[in-house]
């Protein structure tokens, strides 16, 4: 699956047209977890090109990215005197041990060594710290019109995902395969952003069904074509609320 976030296009469209979940997403992180005042040191997982690390400034001193594809990285511009990358897998991260008070995971432990990343986790958790694992399907529902779904439904035909790409997991699954870890709350969420159908075409192009199409030699320039053409009747000249839906769980050490 790794190989599907290797390109450099693949790497640029992360960086510069996901649409802006992460810093949603964290501030529910934060209430959650009752942070008033930053954290020490934060340690972002399977961070991509960065989206879900530099959010975390507002919850730490100082936060690192780690991302086992160093293409996802080299698309990033999000380094800072206050975040910083670094290429590594998750089941062995360069950190030292109880030296992270909130460690985050978005969206990236469906593809990792479970076992190898919890004994990991806990090596480098400080015992006071957090762990936060979340997730969000892909926004393909509006809230007043079921256009964009059914559009999504045969984007999904045309450009099949590949299969075994990611292991399911949520909040129930997440407490039963967390060794080391217990389930401290967990909630799921609605997160709604306005895009216009450019920047939706944009957002699509960088899902992992559009990069498998292109590594199994579909033109993306067709691709592009089709979503943009169909894309202008759904949106209808307008931008839409698109709806994104996930869970957040918060987890500590047992």
Avoid at 119 to 128: F, I, Q, S, W
Wanted: proline share 5%; with cysteine; net charge negative.
């Amino acid at each position: 699956m790794s190989d599907l976030f290797a390109s450099p296009e693949m790497a640029a469209g992360y960086a510069r047209s996901r649409p802006a979940v992460h810093p949603r997403v964290i501030e529910l992180a934060r209430a959650r977890l009752g942070i008033r005042q930053p954290v020490g040191r934060a340690l972002d997982v399977g961070c991509g090109a960065g989206l879900s690390t530099a959010p975390l400034a507002a919850l730490a001193c100082f936060c690192i990215g780690v991302e086992p594809v160093e293409a996802m990285l080299r698309g990033s511009a999000l380094a800072s005197a206050a975040v910083a990358f670094v290429t590594a897998r998750a089941e062995a991260l360069p950190i030292a041990a109880r030296s992270v008070e909130l460690l985050t995971a978005a969206g990236s432990l469906n593809y990792v060594d479970l076992d190898a990343f919890f004994g990991e986790a806990t090596r480098v958790l400080h015992p006071d710290g957090a762990l936060v694992v979340y997730d969000f399907s892909a926004g393909r529902t509006v809230r007043d019109s079921p256009r964009l779904d059914d559009w999504f439904t045969e984007f999904l035909v045309r450009y099949p995902r590949a299969e075994g790409s990611a292991r399911k997991l949520d909040s129930e699954l997440l407490a039963d395969v967390a060794t080391g870890f217990r389930l401290a709350g967990s909630e799921q969420f609605e997160i709604g952003l306005e895009l216009s159908a450019d920047r939706y075409c944009d957002y699509v192009m960088t899902e992992t069904n559009v990069a498998h199409a292109i590594r199994n030699g579909q033109d993306p320039e067709v691709i592009r074509e089709w979503c943009a053409g169909t894309l202008g009747e759904v949106f209808a000249g307008s931008p839409r609320e698109v709806l994104f839906h996930g869970y957040l769980a918060h987890l500590l050490p047992a």
